[in-house]
Structure formats: structure tokens, C-alpha cells
């Protein structure tokens, strides 16, 4: 079993930035594919950003150029750096963890997942 959990989150002005993190516990997440969705009020989650176990990231086109996924397997900890941040990135953020090489933008392929962590952005 792995547990996550998010920090990070809180209120931030229009192009501000965030750092949210993602900690595991239980198992290592080194044999993880590691991913971010966003779910706002009324809509179902959404892919943010992936990131395999050999590091290779994936970003949404709504993020690109603003956003960075990375991981710290020492600390057994996934990042997301959120730069140049807009209203429209108002939404609750989780963390989530798939076994394997293969990382996946659709949610119910994801096994674990955390509480999340709220993130709001005033415009």
C-alpha cells in the first residue's frame, strides 16, 4: 500500500506561484509513475502533469510553459512547480501513483491517490 499526501496549497494572487508536494509512505516510490490532477468545483478531474519512474515528465497543454513536474525518489516525494498562475487554475490538486513504466492522463488508471490539497488563485 502507498499513502499520499499533498501540501503546499493555499491563496495566491494572479501570476504568483506555488511549489505543491506529494509524500509517500509505505512503499518507495521509485517503481512509481507519479501524476497531478485538478478537479474544480463542478467538474471532474483533469490531467495536470505526469511524470514516469525514469524522470520523463508530461505536461498538459493548459500548463505547459508555466508548470514543472519532478520527483525526489531520496525523499520519496513528487513536486509541482506552478509559475505565472491564473484564476483559472482554481481547483483542488491531488496526487496520484500507478506501479509501473507506464503513466497514464486518465484518472481511473491510477491506483493510489491523496486527500488533496486546495490551491486558489485571486484574480
Known amino acids: 500500500q502507498v499513502q499520499l499526501v499533498e501540501s503546499g496549497g493555499e491563496l495566491v494572487q494572479a501570476g504568483g506561484s506555488l511549489r505543491l508536494s506529494c509524500t509517500a509512505s509505505?512503499?518507495?516510490?521509485?517503481?512509481?509513475?507519479m501524476c497531478w490532477f485538478c478537479q474544480a468545483p463542478g467538474k471532474g478531474r483533469e490531467f495536470v502533469a505526469a511524470?514516469?519512474?525514469?524522470?520523463?515528465?508530461i505536461l498538459s497543454d493548459a500548463v505547459k510553459g508555466r508548470f514543472t513536474i519532478s520527483r525526489d525518489n531520496a525523499k520519496n516525494t513528487v513536486y509541482l512547480q506552478m509559475n505565472s498562475l491564473k484564476p483559472e487554475d482554481t481547483a483542488l490538486y491531488y496526487c496520484?501513483?500507478?506501479?509501473?513504466?507506464?503513466?497514464?492522463?486518465?484518472?481511473?488508471?491510477?491506483?493510489?491517490w491523496g486527500p488533496g490539497t486546495q490551491v486558489t488563485v485571486s484574480s
Open positions: 509505505g512503499r518507495s516510490l521509485s517503481n512509481y509513475g
Open positions: 511524470i514516469t519512474r525514469s524522470d520523463l515528465p
Open positions: 496520484a501513483a500507478r506501479l509501473g513504466i507506464v503513466v497514464s492522463t486518465t484518472p481511473t488508471q491510477y491506483n493510489y
